[in-house]
């Protein structure tokens, strides 16, 4: 937002955070993020606050705060938005727009509208479209900009006012809808339910595949050219981790179930399933390639995000294969350009290394399993001087198996011969 001009002041009640800020520095790995911190309060649109006072001259309000599972259940936990908001009321005149951001349960918006009536404030809901690795130019140049509002008109005052905020997208023909607020809320839920529904189907095809002597990656491209179904998220393989697809769809079970709509999501279980038994199976791979045991076999995990261009080690496929492994007797070494700092802190019982070389160095088992560019490029002679036992299990199905195998690698991954 300042990037485009606008004068923002960021809130947080974390102190550190906002320390680290106002230094410069994000709370995460973002590319591109950084620099454009940096140059924003140098050019003096940009402060960083515990003081929610410090808002009250701004005409928007975004509540961009964090809506994680609640510890043993499905549900999204609304704390934290429900501080946002309440932060805000002492705050807020009639020419307030307080816009919702974060990934909540159909029916919080109506909720907080209630809250904020007292203050004249209108509220609106626009779901955020945000990619991992890509969040920088996602929010630069969205795909599309959903508003939800109390009538679902478009004529409604507040549009008006989103439409200033959002005027160099709505210039680039960002296509724009506005509607009520349960249906801007679903949007986001029912995209990652639909994108985690595509991974899941492709990871139950590659079960069949590796049954039946198939190639998943094939089978993948020849019904990716059918344009009706696509290539995107068709790619077979550990499956999906993160702070969004997991705990979202289950939310979004949970949620159905309060509304009495349970069984029409009651797919989404299964599609869970399927993406948590693909850690399994890596695992499973991996020790077939053993011999039957990891006791005393040295592991080497290349990756510890749950994607590349991310720090982000929340429901992690590749540390869940790690700790798997280690408590079978693998002496597991995690590597990664970017997440090593979180994922020691939040497993620490792991061994972790910065250097991909060092990791690599007298290996038994080598598995790949965050797609990062540098493990893609891996050549596999080289790579074959250091380790001990040439044994790649590939668990994102990225590398080419006849150059690897050609080395004299011994190759496996999740659907493939």
């Known amino acids: 937002m300042a990037s485009l001009g606008h004068e923002v002041v960021g809130v947080d009640v974390d102190e550190a955070k906002i ?22 309060q140098d050019k003096g649109s940009l402060e960083f606050t515990t003081d929610v006072s410090r808002a009250a001259a701004a005409g928007v309000h975004f509540v961009c705060v964090g809506t994680p599972q609640k510890p043993g259940e499905f549900a999204a936990d609304v704390t934290y938005v429900d501080a946002a908001v309440d932060s805000l009321v002492p705050h807020l005149t009639s020419t307030s727009v307080v816009v919702g951001k974060s990934t909540v349960p159909v029916g919080t918006a109506e909720r907080l509208a209630g809250v904020i009536a007292g203050t004249g404030a209108a509220m609106m809901w626009n779901p955020e479209f945000l990619r991992e690795g890509h969040a920088v130019d996602d929010t ?3 795909n599309r900009l959903v508003y939800g509002v109390a009538d679902g008109r478009a004529d409604n005052p507040a549009v008006a006012g989103l439409d200033e905020v959002y005027a160099s997208m709505l210039a680039e023909d960002t296509p724009r809808m506005v509607t009520d607020f349960a249906t801007a809320e679903l949007v986001k839920t029912a995209a990652n339910s639909f994108l985690a529904t595509k991974i899941s189907f492709i990871n139950a ?10 190639d998943v990656t094939q089978l ?18 550990l499956g999906f981790g993160g702070g969004c697809l997991p705990k979202d769809i289950r ?15 009651a797919f989404l279980k299964e599609i869970d399933s399927i993406n948590m038994r693909r850690r399994v199976r890596m695992v499973d791979i991996a020790r077939d390639t053993l011999g039957g045991s990891f006791i005393g076999k040295k592991i080497t995990i290349l990756g510890a995000a749950f994607k590349p261009d991310s720090d982000d080690v929340r429901d992690s496929p590749a540390l869940a294969v790690a700790r798997l492994i280690a408590t079978q007797g693998g002496v597991v070494t995690v590597t990664d350009p970017q997440a090593i700092a979180n994922a020691s802190r939040t497993f620490p019982e792991l061994n972790y290394v910065t250097d991909t070389t060092e990791a690599l160095t ?4 080598v598995l790949l399993l965050t797609e990062w560019r540098e493990y893609r490029d891996l050549d596999p002679q080289a790579t074959a001087e250091l380790v001990s036992g040439k ?4 668990g994102r199905n990225v590398l080419t198996p006849e150059q690897w195998r050609s080395a004299g690698w011994t190759y496996r991954a999740l659907g493939r011969p």
């Open 220 to 237: 993948a491209d020849a019904i990716g050219m059918d344009d009706r179904i696509g290539r995107k998220f068709l790619n077979a393989g």
């Open 140 to 142: 630069l140049h969205p």
């Open 391 to 394: 044994v790649l299990v590939d």
């Open 19 to 40: 320390e680290a800020l106002t230094q410069g520095r994000p709370p995460f790995f973002e590319p591109g993020l950084s620099e454009l911190l940096v140059k924003a």
């Open 251 to 265: 939310a979004f079970m949970a949620r159905a179930g309060e509304l009495g709509a349970d069984q029409a999501v």
């Open 205 to 214: 095809m590659a079960e069949l595949c590796e049954a039946s002597g198939a």
């Open 362 to 365: 007298g290996s038994d088992a």
